[in-house]
């Protein structure tokens, strides 16, 4: 069993898996990091994306063994212990999430949203920007809201975060 | 209205869990020792099983156990259940037949579970499990409910002849003839309402443990009712007596009616848990999902209504023919009877109405309630029926719905319902001002100059939610009473606990039944903590679904409360040596009347445990009371939706450019989470209107198993929603509200359509209106045109 | 899915000889069409050969009239690159339309054409724009590269290594997508040169991208969308679903390739 290295959320693991580990397996069950997501089987609902390397994935289209050295980052390493993330605070402030399945998957693409197009995000790019993500719950009005509410507030905050994050 | 209160949008108690990813889901969990769970399912609609090879399988890598259908009935357990009985017109019983939770010797739809391989990983039992051949003797099938009682078709249960389930009606065919007799004008027309896949997105699980030395069960499971599910699971299975069996529903991600009901999935867990001594995990896969969770709507339906010389509605008459798939679920039966009939009166005075609902067994997954059960295919029926004969009459479709509204209240229509209240010009007119209606037709000009066609659609619908009363349901069939229970804990320091048998997923019942009790007691709303979802915690409940929780959920609860501030009174009266009669309770303070005397709350809490300032004889120490609140009506929420489309016509492409609803829920508690649920509504409503088509072929496969093929509602295809409220009180409740969970899928479906066709200029298009369905009828009228 | 032997490529040589050392194994570059087969179990390769681990094969270079990509680009680097969208912006334009944002970070443009899913964006842009395929082993014309459905000209331990897109004066591609899937229903990609149009449909095909020799030579006398008007496709070899009849998809292979041509004109 090949052995992985990785740094989830700040701290350093190492593990010896079979190679047909997905990468949210690697997460949710040896990690426990259940906040990841599996909401489908064909890549398609964004519950699970984390982001590796800074960068947004779906980590149910990626093997654990090919994040092998990477930073990875998943919902649980969002907050500064109990202080929320502004992009986090966001969606509670403007009920952004109902049931809450998605909603991890969400803000993960959120913020790599913000990261890449910046703080400044208009409702049809964010609509345009949620194609991999599926809601059940909210007809995505308020995730919209939220997250255009949020990108203003990370323009705002000068907390330091961790990598991927800010 | 303080912060907390009723009528504000507080933040939701429960989100600071769910946006750092510590929600806790049935998939989420892991026991010590835990097992997993895989099910070979049918590849065929309709077969006899010959033999099913699993003996390689059996001592593969990490296989504990594998069980089939003979195991599980050589276990004598019992067959899921309907649990509403609903009579035929000539008085016989609905035909039943039996569900095993792994059947013998016949499947009898594709995804059926066959056998249950139990395995150390999920992986091993999944490898297993494809090592498992079964030899299937093929039989004919059927899938379309319209061709299932035809008498050549195959027959999928002995115990119902031609597949007819029942033959139900309701109303009264006499009169309805008569107002048909002397009518100016009818609109015929004929509707599918197209089946539907729910699509929770967190997947159905169970995790099912067994404690031998106490004989205990219980079950980590994905529901909407942990009660209900244990109930059945007890009484109708026998898996395990009632008191032996823990049903615990944690963090539930979404449910739309689909987690409401018994499953194969979670029995099969539990019994194996008990055969295989370990704990048992199972976890569907989405596209299991597909084929193993309850299928939503499934109508044929032939629909006419009646009109006089000035447009007054004289009679309505509806024949439908419900698809309940291939076995019947566990409330199938009431939604295509008395969750659809009888709310075909709509917003109108119809004097005569009669309806006629044929349920029938097809080889398909079983359908049952979702989202709105049997009040969407109402509403599209009349509301469909509505707009079509205002375009046949030539008159304006708000002015013919304005002319037929019901205006005074009570009113008792045709089909059993007493409207209590409400003020349907009033949701019109706002939606009509909102949506601006009046500047529609300069709209429509101008995107024609584009090259688009552009239509708008109304949707005056209304909804019976909290179904109810207890004695009244029971009289129409139903197995269980349709009351809620509550319990409110006062904590010596004044702090709170709610029990409650509702179950939230996704409706935010932390917050706002926190907000209740806030409210009431005047206490901080950080001090409430709301319980529920676990049968070991709370008492008894019916769970959630039907729009239920507010009105009846809340009301149990307003009524423990009152219970609480009724012994609160008499401790305070003995903290302060004055007259039970004399205390007044206002914003957390007990006053004696007339004096500057006061205690708060929580000095009442604590006194009424460290019990000092009474004697036992005189008072029962402690501050705790339970209440089950059985309502007398259900509640009426309605209102009016309105939906404007732009077609490419081109391509064919439909873009909803305008929605704007406006509804009547009655007093609101929390605006914001109100809003939510209509929004989500809406999205559905508008998902089955454009986008989600469950597609059977002849031979009964699944050709929308999966987000390839089964079109979901994404962010890009809607614009921000505009939704606002008119307020009628429902006189029913002691709160005054209606339920709002469901109004956006009810009334959204015929908003859309109605637009559609306005747009296109031809009532000739099924839902849904994909663009190849809006290309093809274009493509109809050019072809027309060119030949005329 | 199932189990496999997982490696580490060192290098594009390491790579081609632990394929070739295998019985049945796939090099996997975002393994964002691999992995989701694999999961469904409807592929099983022995062995996974990650060039994701090799240096160098995610330049981007435009030079003399050619865009050269490396094959580890990820759809992502190409939609937002500078001299993408400076040389070649249709091809930035189309790799931005490829699934959704996650999916563009990790997937990439020598596992699209390798893959050559009949709904993939990129073989449209390949044939229309008469890219050049270099591989391990050799230089493949688009046009011979994709052979039918998932097939391409590549042997088994032959590895795509960059493509090479001639720089046209004029381009554009318009997609409708499968309202389910995302994937191209119908994509036509239209290229104009001083000397040839090329139009190349996606989506459509039962057996993969195809060209419409009407169509190009309608758009060589005039490149305009009017010079489209009255033209139409055969249904013959269109794939037909619950989605889209091949009447439907022909019909739309007009519309998209008016609409690409009157884009490319801008």
Same mark, same amino acid.
């Given at each position: 069993?090949?052995?992985?290295?990785?740094?989830?959320?700040?701290?350093?693991?190492?593990?010896?898996?079979?190679?047909?580990?997905?990468?949210?397996?690697?997460?949710?069950?040896?990690?426990?990091?259940?906040?990841?997501?599996?909401?489908?089987?064909?890549?398609?609902?964004?519950?699970?994306?984390?982001?590796?390397?800074?960068?947004?994935?779906?980590?149910?289209?990626?093997? $654990?063994?090919?994040?092998?050295?990477?930073?990875?980052?998943?919902?649980?390493?969002?907050?500064?212990?109990?202080?929320?993330?502004?992009?986090?605070?966001?969606?509670?402030?403007?009920?952004?999430?109902?049931?809450?399945?998605?909603?991890?998957?969400?803000?993960?693409?959120?913020?790599?949203?913000?990261?890449?197009?910046?703080?400044?995000?208009?409702?049809?790019?964010?609509?345009?920007?949620?194609?991999?993500?599926?809601?059940?719950?909210?007809?995505?009005?308020?995730?919209?809201?939220?997250?255009?509410?949020?990108?203003?507030?990370?323009?705002?905050?000068?907390?330091?975060?961790?990598?991927?994050?800010? | 209205?303080?912060?907390?209160?009723?009528?504000?949008?507080?933040?939701?108690?429960?989100?600071?869990?769910?946006?750092?990813?510590?929600?806790?889901?049935?998939?989420?969990?892991?026991?010590?020792?835990?097992?997993?769970?895989?099910?070979?399912?049918?590849?065929?609609?309709?077969?006899?099983?010959?033999?099913?090879?699993?003996?390689?399988?059996?001592?593969?890598?990490?296989?504990?156990?594998?069980?089939?259908? =003979?195991?599980?009935?050589?276990?004598?357990?019992?067959?899921?259940?309907?649990?509403?009985?609903?009579?035929?017109?000539?008085?016989?019983?609905?035909?039943?037949?039996?569900?095993?939770?792994?059947?013998?010797?016949?499947?009898?739809?594709?995804?059926?579970?066959?056998?249950?391989?139990?395995?150390?990983?999920?992986?091993?039992?999944?490898?297993?499990?494809?090592?498992?051949?079964?030899?299937?003797?093929?039989?004919?099938?059927?899938v379309d409910p319209a061709k299932?009682?035809a008498?050549?078709?195959?027959?999928?249960?002995?115990?119902?002849?031609?597949?007819?389930?029942?033959?139900?009606?309701?109303?009264?065919?006499?009169?309805t003839e008569?107002a048909f007799a002397r009518a100016a004008s009818v609109t015929a027309i004929d509707l599918v309402n197209n089946r539907l896949?729910?699509?929770?997105?967190?997947?159905?699980?169970?995790?099912?443990?067994?404690?031998?030395?106490?004989?205990?069960?219980?079950?980590?499971?994905?529901?909407?009712?942990?009660?209900?599910?244990?109930?059945?699971?007890?009484?109708?299975?026998?898996?395990?007596?009632?008191?032996?069996?823990?049903?615990?529903?944690?963090?539930?991600?979404?449910?739309?009616?689909?987690?409401?009901?018994?499953?194969?999935?979670?029995?099969?867990?539990?019994?194996?848990?008990?055969?295989?001594?370990?704990?048992?995990?199972?976890?569907?896969?989405?596209?299991?999902?597909?084929?193993?969770?309850?299928?939503?709507r499934d109508h044929v339906t032939r629909a006419e209504l009646a009109f006089d010389a000035e447009g007054k509605i004289l009679g309505l008459k509806v024949k439908t023919i419900?698809n309940?798939?291939?076995?019947?679920?566990?409330?199938?039966?009431?939604?295509?009877?008395?969750?659809?009939?009888?709310?075909l009166?709509g917003?109108y005075?119809i004097?005569?109405?009669?309806c006629e609902?044929?349920?029938?067994?097809?080889?398909?997954?079983?359908?049952?309630?979702?989202?709105?059960?049997?009040?969407p295919e109402a509403t599209f029926v009349v509301e469909r029926l509505m707009e079509v004969s205002a375009r046949r009459l030539g008159v304006d479709p708000a002015e013919l719905r304005r002319k037929n509204?019901?205006?005074?209240?009570?009113?008792?229509?045709?089909?059993?319902?007493?409207?209590?209240?409400?003020?349907?010009?009033?949701?019109l007119?706002?939606a009509l001002?909102?949506a601006d209606y009046a500047g529609f037709p300069q709209r429509k000009r101008e995107a024609a100059g584009r090259g688009k066609l552009r239509g708008i659609g109304l949707s005056a619908y209304?909804?019976?939610?909290?179904?109810?009363?207890?004695?009244?349901?029971?009289?129409?069939?139903?197995?269980?009473?349709?009351?809620?229970?509550?319990?409110?804990?006062?904590?010596?320091?004044?702090?709170?606990?709610?029990?409650?048998?509702?179950?939230?997923?996704?409706?935010?019942?932390?917050?706002?039944?926190?907000?209740?009790?806030?409210?009431?007691?005047?206490?901080?709303?950080?001090?409430?903590?709301?319980?529920?979802?676990?049968?070991?915690?709370?008492?008894?409940?019916?769970?959630?679904?039907?729009?239920?929780?507010?009105?009846?959920?809340?009301?149990?609860?307003?009524?423990?409360?009152?219970?609480?501030?009724?012994?609160?009174?008499?401790?305070?009266?003995?903290?302060?040596?004055?007259?039970?009669?004399?205390?007044?309770?206002?914003?957390?303070?007990?006053?004696?009347?007339?004096?500057?005397? $006061?205690?708060?709350?929580?000095?009442?809490?604590?006194?009424?445990?460290?019990?000092?300032?009474?004697?036992?004889?005189?008072?029962?120490?402690?501050?705790? =009371?339970?209440?089950?609140?059985?309502?007398?009506?259900?509640?009426?929420?309605?209102?009016c939706h309105v939906c404007e489309v732009e077609i490419d016509p081109e391509t064919g492409r439909t873009d909803v450019v305008n929605f704007t609803?406006?509804?009547?829920?009655?007093?609101?508690?929390?605006?914001?989470?109100?809003?939510?649920?209509?929004?989500?509504?809406?999205?559905?409503g508008i998902g089955q209107a454009l986008m989600e088509a469950c597609v059977y072929d002849e031979?009964?496969?699944?050709v929308t198993?999966?987000?390839?093929d089964y079109r979901?509602p994404?962010?890009g295809d809607f614009p921000?929603?505009?939704?606002?409220?008119?307020?009628?009180?429902?006189?029913?409740?002691?709160?005054?509200?209606?339920?709002?969970?469901?109004?956006?899928?009810?009334a959204a479906p015929a908003a859309v359509m109605n637009a559609v066709t306005d747009a296109l200029g031809t009532e000739d298009i099924a839902m849904p209106a994909t663009p190849l369905a809006v290309w093809t009828v274009l493509q109809r009228q050019a072809h027309r045109e060119a030949a005329e | 899915?199932?189990?496999?032997?997982?490696?580490?490529?060192?290098?594009?040589?390491?790579?081609?000889?632990?394929?070739?050392?295998?019985?049945?194994?796939?090099?996997?570059?975002?393994?964002?069409?691999?992995?989701?087969?694999?999961?469904?179990?409807?592929?099983?390769?022995?062995?996974?050969?990650?060039?994701?681990?090799?240096?160098?094969?995610?330049?981007? =270079?435009?030079?003399?009239?050619?865009?050269?990509?490396?094959?580890?680009?990820?759809?992502?680097?190409?939609?937002?690159?500078?001299?993408?969208?400076?040389?070649?912006?249709?091809?930035?334009?189309?790799?931005?339309?490829?699934?959704?944002?996650?999916?563009?970070?990790?997937?990439?443009?020598?596992?699209?054409?390798?893959?050559?899913?009949?709904t993939?964006?990129?073989?449209?842009?390949?044939?229309?724009?008469?890219?050049?395929?270099?591989?391990?082993?050799?230089?493949?014309?688009? =046009?011979?590269?994709?052979?039918?459905?998932?097939?391409?000209?590549?042997?088994?331990?032959?590895?795509?290594?960059?493509?090479?897109?001639?720089?046209?004066?004029?381009?554009a591609y318009e997609k409708f997508r499968n309202p389910a899937s995302?994937?191209a229903m119908v994509g036509v990609f239209v290229?104009?040169?001083?000397?040839?149009v090329?139009v190349a449909v996606t989506g459509a095909g039962a057996?993969?991208?195809f060209r419409v020799p009407s169509f190009e030579e309608a758009l060589s006398k005039d490149f305009s969308a009017d010079a489209l008007k009255g033209l139409s496709i055969s249904t013959d070899g269109l794939a037909g679903d619950i989605h889209a009849s091949a009447e439907y998809r022909a019909h739309l292979v007009g519309v998209m390739a008016r609409r690409a041509v009157a884009a490319a004109n801008?």
């Amino acid at each position: 069993m090949p052995a992985v290295s990785m740094t989830v959320n700040g701290t350093p693991v190492t593990a010896d898996i079979d190679p047909r580990t997905l990468l949210v397996q690697f997460l949710r069950e040896h990690l426990r990091l259940t906040g990841t997501h599996v909401g489908c089987d064909t890549s398609q609902c964004g519950a699970c994306v984390v982001h590796v390397n800074g960068e947004a994935v779906k980590s149910c289209a990626m093997l $654990a063994v090919q994040a092998d050295g990477a930073e990875v980052l998943t919902i649980e390493g969002v907050a500064q212990g109990d202080t929320l993330h502004p992009m986090q605070e966001a969606f509670r402030d403007n009920h952004g999430l109902q049931c809450g399945f998605c909603t991890p998957g969400m803000i993960m693409t959120a913020l790599d949203m913000v990261r890449r197009l910046g703080p400044v995000l208009d409702d049809h790019t964010i609509r345009e920007e949620l194609e991999g993500n599926l809601c059940r719950c909210t007809g995505y009005h308020n995730i919209v809201k939220s997250i255009a509410a949020g990108a203003r507030a990370m323009a705002a905050d000068d907390t330091p975060r961790r990598a991927a994050a800010e | 209205m303080s912060a907390t209160g009723i009528g504000a949008s507080v933040r939701r108690k429960e989100d600071f869990r769910f946006v750092t990813g510590r929600g806790q889901y049935t998939a989420d969990i892991a026991r010590p020792g835990q097992a997993h769970l895989y099910f070979v399912r049918s590849t065929h609609a309709h077969a006899k099983i010959l033999r099913i090879h699993a003996g390689h399988a059996s001592r593969m890598p990490g296989v504990i156990a594998v069980l089939t259908g =003979e195991d599980f009935a050589a276990g004598k357990l019992g067959s899921l259940v309907c649990g509403w009985l609903i009579h035929s017109k000539d008085g016989t019983p609905m035909k039943m037949a039996p569900h095993p939770a792994l059947p013998v010797d016949r499947v009898r739809h594709v995804g059926e579970p066959v056998v249950a391989v139990i395995a150390e990983r999920a992986d091993q039992a999944r490898d297993a499990a494809e090592a498992i051949s079964i030899d299937y003797e093929e039989l004919p099938s059927v899938v379309d409910p319209a061709k299932a009682q035809a008498p050549d078709a195959p027959q999928i249960h002995e115990v119902a002849p031609n597949n007819t389930i029942y033959q139900w009606q309701l109303g009264d065919p006499a009169a309805t003839e008569a107002a048909f007799a002397r009518a100016a004008s009818v609109t015929a027309i004929d509707l599918v309402n197209n089946r539907l896949i729910p699509n929770a997105m967190e997947t159905r699980a169970a995790v099912a443990e067994y404690e031998p030395g106490t004989e205990q069960f219980t079950l980590w499971n994905t529901s909407q009712n942990p009660h209900v599910a244990r109930l059945v699971l007890s009484a109708f299975v026998g898996i395990a007596p009632e008191h032996r069996l823990r049903v615990i529903a944690p963090d539930v991600g979404g449910g739309f009616g689909s987690k409401i009901f018994i499953y194969p999935e979670e029995l099969v867990a539990l019994w194996a848990a008990k055969t295989v001594r370990r704990p048992v995990k199972w976890t569907s896969e989405r596209s299991e999902a597909f084929v193993a969770d309850a299928h939503g709507r499934d109508h044929v339906t032939r629909a006419e209504l009646a009109f006089d010389a000035e447009g007054k509605i004289l009679g309505l008459k509806v024949k439908t023919i419900a698809n309940l798939g291939a076995f019947m679920s566990t409330f199938s039966s009431s939604v295509p009877t008395y969750l659809y009939a009888t709310l075909l009166s709509g917003q109108y005075d119809i004097p005569a109405i009669f309806c006629e609902v044929d349920a029938v067994y097809t080889n398909t997954v079983p359908v049952d309630a979702y989202r709105g059960a049997g009040r969407p295919e109402a509403t599209f029926v009349v509301e469909r029926l509505m707009e079509v004969s205002a375009r046949r009459l030539g008159v304006d479709p708000a002015e013919l719905r304005r002319k037929n509204f019901v205006k005074n209240f009570p009113h008792q229509t045709p089909v059993i319902m007493n409207y209590d209240a409400g003020d349907y010009a009033a949701s019109l007119d706002k939606a009509l001002a909102l949506a601006d209606y009046a500047g529609f037709p300069q709209r429509k000009r101008e995107a024609a100059g584009r090259g688009k066609l552009r239509g708008i659609g109304l949707s005056a619908y209304i909804e019976a939610c909290g179904i109810a009363p207890s004695q009244a349901v029971g009289s129409l069939g139903a197995g269980v009473g349709l009351w809620e229970s509550a319990e409110v804990r006062v904590n010596p320091t004044g702090t709170v606990e709610v029990l409650t048998g509702s179950h939230s997923h996704g409706q935010g019942h932390e917050t706002t039944f926190a907000q209740l009790v806030s409210h009431r007691l005047g206490i901080p709303i950080d001090n409430i903590a709301v319980v529920h979802g676990d049968t070991d915690k709370v008492q008894f409940g019916m769970g959630t679904y039907g729009s239920r929780s507010g009105a009846v959920g809340m009301s149990a609860i307003s009524k423990a409360l009152d219970k609480v501030e009724t012994k609160a009174k008499k401790v305070a009266a003995h903290l302060m040596e004055a007259s039970e009669a004399d205390i007044v309770f206002e914003d957390g303070k007990f006053t004696v009347a007339g004096t500057d005397k $006061a205690v708060t709350f929580g000095e009442v809490a604590l006194n009424a445990y460290i019990a000092h300032k009474f004697s036992g004889a005189e008072l029962e120490p402690g501050l705790k =009371e339970g209440a089950f609140y059985d309502p007398v009506n259900f509640t009426f929420p309605a209102g009016c939706h309105v939906c404007e489309v732009e077609i490419d016509p081109e391509t064919g492409r439909t873009d909803v450019v305008n929605f704007t609803a406006v509804d009547d829920f009655g007093n609101v508690i929390n605006p914001m989470i109100v809003e939510g649920q209509v929004h989500g509504g809406i999205v559905q409503g508008i998902g089955q209107a454009l986008m989600e088509a469950c597609v059977y072929d002849e031979s009964g496969q699944l050709v929308t198993g999966s987000y390839n093929d089964y079109r979901m509602p994404r962010a890009g295809d809607f614009p921000p929603l505009v939704v606002d409220t008119t307020v009628t009180p429902c006189p029913s409740n002691p709160l005054g509200i209606k339920g709002c969970g469901e109004a956006g899928a009810i009334a959204a479906p015929a908003a859309v359509m109605n637009a559609v066709t306005d747009a296109l200029g031809t009532e000739d298009i099924a839902m849904p209106a994909t663009p190849l369905a809006v290309w093809t009828v274009l493509q109809r009228q050019a072809h027309r045109e060119a030949a005329e | 899915m199932y189990d496999f032997t997982y490696h580490k490529a060192a290098s594009l040589d390491d790579a081609a000889k632990l394929l070739a050392s295998a019985v049945d194994a796939k090099p996997i570059a975002g393994g964002q069409s691999l992995l989701p087969m694999m999961k469904f179990r409807l592929a099983s390769p022995s062995d996974l050969v990650d060039l994701g681990t090799i240096a160098g094969l995610d330049r981007i =270079e435009a030079e003399g009239g050619t865009l050269t990509l490396g094959a580890m680009c990820r759809h992502g680097a190409v939609c937002t690159s500078e001299v993408v969208q400076k040389t070649l912006p249709a091809l930035a334009h189309l790799a931005g339309l490829i699934g959704d944002p996650a999916v563009r970070h990790r997937g990439t443009l020598g596992g699209s054409l390798a893959n050559n899913d009949p709904t993939a964006d990129y073989p449209a842009a390949a044939v229309s724009l008469g890219a050049t395929i270099v591989t391990s082993k050799r230089e493949i014309a688009a =046009e011979d590269f994709f052979t039918g459905l998932f097939e391409t000209a590549l042997e088994p331990d032959e590895i795509v290594v960059a493509a090479r897109f001639p720089v046209p004066e004029k381009a554009a591609y318009e997609k409708f997508r499968n309202p389910a899937s995302r994937y191209a229903m119908v994509g036509v990609f239209v290229a104009k040169f001083p000397d040839v149009v090329r139009v190349a449909v996606t989506g459509a095909g039962a057996s993969g991208v195809f060209r419409v020799p009407s169509f190009e030579e309608a758009l060589s006398k005039d490149f305009s969308a009017d010079a489209l008007k009255g033209l139409s496709i055969s249904t013959d070899g269109l794939a037909g679903d619950i989605h889209a009849s091949a009447e439907y998809r022909a019909h739309l292979v007009g519309v998209m390739a008016r609409r690409a041509v009157a884009a490319a004109n801008g």
